[in-house]
C-alpha cells in the first residue's frame, strides 16, 4: 500500500506560481511512476504530467508545457509539481498519483490517489 499526502494548494492571481508537493508512505519509492492529474468542476479528471520512476523522463499536458515541471527526490519519498505563469483555467483539484511499472498519462492506469489540494487562479 501506499499513501499519498499533497499540499501546496491555494489561491493566487493569474500569471503567479505556485508549487505542490507529494509525500508517499511506499518504502519502495522509486519502483512507483509518478503522476499529477487535475479536476475542474463538472469536468473529468485529466493528466497534467508524469514523471519515471528514476526522474529520467517526465511527460506533459500539452496545456501546461512550459509552464509546469515535474520532479522527484527518490531519497525523501517526494514529488513536486512547479507551476508558473497560471492561468484561470488551471483551476481545479490537482491530485498526485502512483502506479507501479512506467508512467501514463491513463488516470485508470495509476493504483494510488492522494486526497487532492484544491488549487484556485483568479483572473
Known amino acids: 500500500q501506499v499513501q499519498l499526502v499533497e499540499s501546496g494548494g491555494g489561491l493566487v492571481q493569474a500569471g503567479g506560481s505556485l508549487r505542490l508537493s507529494c509525500a508517499a508512505s511506499?518504502?519502495?519509492?522509486?519502483?512507483?511512476?509518478m503522476g499529477w492529474f487535475r479536476q475542474a468542476p463538472g469536468k473529468e479528471r485529466e493528466f497534467v504530467a508524469g514523471?519515471?520512476?528514476?526522474?529520467?523522463?517526465?511527460a506533459y499536458a500539452d496545456s501546461v508545457k512550459g509552464r509546469f515541471a515535474i520532479s522527484r527526490e527518490n531519497a525523501k519519498n517526494t514529488v513536486s509539481l512547479q507551476m508558473n505563469s497560471l492561468k484561470p483555467e488551471d483551476t481545479g483539484v490537482y491530485y498526485c498519483?502512483?502506479?507501479?511499472?512506467?508512467?501514463?498519462?491513463?488516470?485508470?492506469?495509476?493504483?494510488?490517489w492522494g486526497q487532492g489540494t484544491q488549487v484556485t487562479v483568479s483572473s
Open positions: 498519483a502512483a502506479r507501479s511499472g512506467i508512467e501514463t498519462i491513463m488516470p485508470e492506469d495509476y493504483d494510488y
Open positions: 511506499a518504502r519502495t519509492f522509486i519502483l512507483y511512476a
Open positions: 514523471i519515471s520512476r528514476g526522474g529520467s523522463r517526465t
